[in-house]
């Protein structure tokens, strides 16, 4: 195995303070405020597009937030991410199941990998037939972008009733303050004029499928985790939109490292780091659209090592 290119350290004091991740963190949450109180004079043509990459880039910061940035303050970085402009999953749960992501020793394996999408072969032969097939849809671009979503929280969904059947609920404060947020912010969308379904649907879908598309191609099975994690360069846009958690790799090798030094890290050491990850690389998101439109990426089925 090749070793581990260096982080890189802040040395200016705007990388030290994070201001690229403040001034992201300003702009999502001013940018959907103005825009969800004037979304009733507009077309839903432009409302839904725009607030799908507001939405993303808002997951995107949450991200950020729950590893650690831009203060050294959790409490205070969690606060940030608190609010649920998304709707279906509290932030706390998102950052628990992405936190025990980053410390599974087998990423992918389902048993242990919190964001997992694979399936054992028992479990596999076990779903019924238009199940299996929404799952191999899934595993097409065109899939996971547009059933994804409706499978993502359908799965969460159900995952959260089978929690409370069995007599617990996962950390049942927070759920309360979900739950407080939530309903405040669909009575204020409506306030505006904006009824809770069309946000759903015109708003939150579209956001969870690019969000989808980023984490489409991110892992797969391997050997060991540094050749389950892609490189998608994309473009500036996406990089920023994702906040260059598209430049996968480099993520998990240095979780804890500010956004905006990421995609200096990887055009550094790029070659160091496709060695490292088995040359596990996509140039942008058009070309791996291209590739995977109507053709699985691979087999929702977990192989056996």
């Known amino acids: ?55 993303c880039l808002h997951g995107s910061v949450q991200h950020e937030l729950l590893h650690g940035h831009p203060t050294p303050w959790g409490w205070f970085n969690d606060a940030l991410g608190w609010l649920p402009l998304s709707l279906w999953i509290p932030y706390f749960k998102y950052r628990d199941d992405h936190r025990l992501h980053h410390r599974v020793d087998t ?39 547009v059933i994804g979503p409706w499978l993502v929280v359908g799965l969460f969904l159900v995952t959260q009733l089978k929690e409370v059947s069995k007599g617990g609920l996962y950390h049942w404060r927070n759920w309360a303050l979900h739950l407080v947020l939530m309903v405040s912010l669909i009575l204020w969308l409506s306030h505006q004029g904006v009824i809770w379904w069309q946000y759903v649907v015109m708003c939150v879908w579209p956001g969870l499928s690019l969000t989808l598309m980023r984490s489409y191609a991110e892992h797969r099975p391997g050997p060991n985790n540094h050749k389950r994690c892609a490189i998608v360069e994309g473009s500036w846009f996406t990089r920023l939109l994702f906040m260059n958690v598209n430049l996968h790799q480099v993520h998990h090798e240095f979780p804890q490292l500010p956004w905006f030094m990421v995609n200096r890290h990887w055009q550094t050491h790029r070659q160091l780091i496709l060695q490292r990850n088995g040359g596990y690389f996509y140039k942008g998101y058009w070309s791996l659209m291209r590739q995977t439109m109507l053709r699985q990426k691979d087999s929702p089925i977990y192989p056996k090592h």
């Open 1 to 55: 195995m090749p070793p581990t290119p260096t982080a890189p350290i802040c040395r200016s004091a705007w990388q030290r303070q994070g201001w690229p991740t403040w001034a992201l963190i300003v702009c999502v949450y001013c940018s959907w405020g103005v825009f969800m109180s004037n979304a009733t004079e507009l077309s839903w043509w432009l409302v839904s597009p725009l607030a799908a990459v507001i939405l």
């Open 107 to 145: 990423l992918t394996d389902p048993g242990l990998d919190p964001e997992s999408y694979y399936h054992w072969p028992e479990s596999w032969q076990a779903m019924s037939p238009p199940i299996r097939l929404l799952w191999h849809l899934n595993y097409t671009f065109l899939g996971r972008m």
